[in-house]
């Protein structure tokens, strides 16, 4: 009797029943980062940090080329973790301990690794949060961006018991110590000129809050786009039919890009930031959706000397982005909804992040 063949559906992705702690998951389709790649990024977030797309300024500082931009380097290694971690996601709920550990340069490879250090299955029993830890590495196998996040995912087989619940200790922030600062560099060649601004890091103090004047407006396009790029698969950024019947009854974008257009506007007053050293925290606090307009302000959480380095320091830096509302409207995140504090409707992001920046 001919047997009908076994039936897989492609694309399927991992619910929250197929996680388990310990789980080591190799991500497919290695990307290799071209020029076109910078360009388009540039094209889509107006991204100004020299160091990026300044081939002189890099080599004047000692790198062996322009860099990729950190956050489009860290899209693109987070793209790869998307079909088997959150292609069904419910949303991406927060970052931590990310580290930019090597610069990524245009015709590197990146492949990433997750494992899987945390599960906790909600109380509606529809859906869990799993935490993983992930590394991406050129293709010489070095490692270059490595990070944490948690991810809230839909579960397909609701009869299945909850796994054992596994929640992760997190650092607060990435210390000085541990941030990567290339031995080859030598920032006492900076020179202000190809930034426009000559407020280095001696300039910032603790508690100052720079409220960014530009605003951008995100069409659907844009940051449909934006995602393709990223390779970055989850449906609730592509697929309209299926967002029709959500709560949200609309494409969602992508957090990740909300993060690059908050930093792209954030140049206006941190334009000597010459690069993301880590994040240290985040989270996506409301939804963006295309014509929504994203403004951000910056409050400087710490300034730090660096470790045997006399010509760069670090800003530990809190960066807060808003739809649809200047920052300079907006003086608190938080505000009183039933008898307790939430973030305000239109604050879209809280991130933790630490940059680096020359010192006089």
């Known amino acids: 009797m001919h047997k009908s063949p076994v039936r897989t559906e492609p694309g399927r992705g991992n619910f929250f029943e197929d996680f ?19 360009s388009l990024y540039i094209a889509l977030t107006g991204s100004r940090q020299p160091l990026h797309c300044a081939q002189p300024v890099a080599h004047a500082l000692g790198y ?25 996601a419910v949303a991406n709920l927060g970052y931590a301990n990310v580290k930019f550990v090597r610069p990524v340069y245009p015709g590197d490879t990146l492949s990433t690794t997750s494992t899987v250090i945390g ?48 929640i992760p ?18 920032f006492n060649r900076f020179e202000t000129k190809a930034t426009g601004s000559e407020k280095l890091w001696n300039d910032y103090q603790r508690g100052e809050r720079i409220n960014h004047p530009a605003g951008m407006t995100v069409d659907d396009s844009d ?31 992508y957090g990740g890009h909300v993060i690059s257009l908050c930093r792209a506007l954030s140049y206006d007053g941190l334009e000597n930031a010459i690069g993301i050293a880590a994040i240290n925290a ?12 994203i403004y ?38 938080h505000t009183e909804q039933n008898g307790r504090q939430a973030y305000h409707p239109n604050v879209v992001l809280d991130l933790d992040y630490t940059v680096l920046m020359p010192r006089r």
């Open 119 to 166: 599960l906790k299955q909600n109380s509606n029993g529809a859906n869990g949060v799993i935490y993983v830890h992930s590394v991406s590495h050129n293709q010489n196998r070095q490692p270059v961006i490595e990070w944490m996040r948690w991810v809230m995912v839909h579960k397909q087989n609701l009869s299945l018991p909850a796994p054992a619940t596994v």
């Open 64 to 88: 062996r080329d322009r860099t990729v931009d950190d956050l489009l380097a860290f899209h693109i290694a987070f793209g790869k973790t998307v079909p088997d971690i959150s292609v069904n």
């Open 223 to 253: 940051h449909t786009m934006a995602t393709r790029l990223y390779q970055n698969n989850a449906r609730l950024h592509f697929d309209a039919l299926m967002m029709k019947d959500t709560q949200f009854g609309r494409r969602l974008m």
């Open 296 to 333: 951000s302000w910056t409050e400087v959480l710490d300034c730090w000397e660096l470790p045997g380095r006399q010509d760069l320091g670090a800003l530990r830096l809190r960066m807060v982005g808003l739809k649809n509302l200047p920052a300079r409207e907006l003086q608190n995140t």
């Open 282 to 293: 985040g989270t996506h606090c409301n939804p963006c959706f295309g014509g929504d307009t």
């Open 20 to 38: 388990h702690f310990g789980q080591v998951l190799h991500h497919a389709t290695p990307r290799t980062i071209t020029d076109g790649d910078c």
């Open 169 to 186: 200790e997190l650092d607060a922030y990435v210390p000085p110590d541990r941030l990567f600062i290339p031995d080859f560099t030598d």
